[in-house]
Each structure stands twice: as structure tokens, then as C-alpha cells.
């Protein structure tokens, strides 16, 4: 097993998460028409910590809800799956609403294209920003976030390991030689 070096522990991530909240209100200029969709799954956990957060600071409850973008792949081989966008109720419109997509780390931007074609596939935002933990560079497409926990350049070697509390059991991010 590679040695792994650890860049943030559980009280880095929560002091980033509490700025990535405020950054987003400041940017929205408050809650209103604001919610959050995490790609599932580390970013499932990351907009609902976001959205808490939000609710501690603000006192508003925001609407999150996580996406599954397995059929919006590119790299699907089948041509026989069409998506369903009734398998991504969120519970919420996102119709007119400023979306804040949350992942936990950005390297190709193929996961995040394929989030916003499911974003579209469920209404019609009034914008869509991202929203990640670590972005390690390495975009295959033109796609660059809006809110950034922490900016970790990384070769296509070296593994971006975000360990999250309600997954691993505890919140870590660390960086390691692929095997």
C-alpha cells in the first residue's frame, strides 16, 4: 500500500466548510432562491454539510438534495440507456432557483458535465455554480469551479483521497502514489 500524506484533517475540512458557506451566501447575496445538489456521493454529504452550515450561520434551511449521474457518463458503452430523469426527484424545483453544485474533487470535469445535463434533465436553473473540495487540475474539458475548498495540484499518478465522516468514519484528505 502506497504512504499517504495527509493535507487536511477534520478540523481543516470543517473551517473550510464553514467558509464555503459563507462564500456562497455572499455570492447568491443571501439564501433566497439558493440550493444545493451534491453528486452522489461524497458530494451528496458535502451539500448537505454545506446546507447545514448554511442553516447554523443564516438561519435558513436551504434545499439539497444529491444526484446520481451514472447514466449522463460519457464513457457509458451502451447506446441502450436513456436518462430518466424521474430517477433524480429531488424533492425541490430547481426551476429559477441558483444552483450550487457540490462534488468533492474536480480533476477531468467529465462527472460535472454530466451533472449539469441531469441538472437541465430536471428544470431550468436560473445558474448553476461549483462547488468542490479539492480541485487537482487535469481538465480533459473546459470546466472550472466556482467555490474551492483547497487547490491540490496533482499528476495523473498521485490519488486525491477525501475521506468523509459518514462514508470512512472519519474526515480526511490525503494524497498518495497510485498503485
Not at 146 to 167: C, H, Q, T, Y
Request: hydrophobic share 40%; net charge negative; glycine share 10%.
Amino acid at each position: 500500500m502506497p504512504e499517504e500524506r495527509l493535507l487536511m484533517d477534520g478540523a481543516a475540512i470543517g473551517r473550510m466548510l464553514a467558509r464555503l458557506s459563507h462564500e456562497i451566501v455572499e455570492k447568491n447575496k443571501g439564501t433566497q432562491d439558493l440550493c444545493l445538489v451534491g453528486i452522489r456521493r461524497r458530494g451528496e454529504f458535502v451539500a448537505r454539510r454545506i446546507g447545514a452550515q448554511i442553516e447554523k450561520f443564516y438561519g435558513d434551511c436551504v434545499p439539497c438534495a444529491g444526484i446520481d449521474i451514472g447514466l449522463y457518463r460519457d464513457d457509458l458503452v451502451s447506446s441502450f440507456f436513456v436518462p430518466d430523469a424521474r430517477a433524480n426527484s429531488l424533492g425541490f424545483s430547481i426551476d429559477g432557483k441558483s444552483v450550487v453544485l457540490c462534488d468533492d474533487v474536480l480533476h477531468t470535469g467529465r462527472s460535472v458535465r454530466a451533472a449539469i445535463e441531469a441538472i437541465f434533465d430536471l428544470g431550468r436553473p436560473a445558474c448553476v455554480r461549483l462547488l468542490v473540495l479539492c480541485d487537482r487540475g487535469g481538465r480533459e474539458i473546459p470546466v472550472s469551479p466556482d467555490f474551492v475548498g483547497k487547490n491540490i495540484p496533482a499528476s495523473r499518478r498521485e490519488l486525491i483521497d477525501v475521506r468523509l465522516l459518514e462514508i470512512e468514519g472519519e474526515d480526511s484528505i490525503g494524497i498518495s502514489l497510485k498503485e
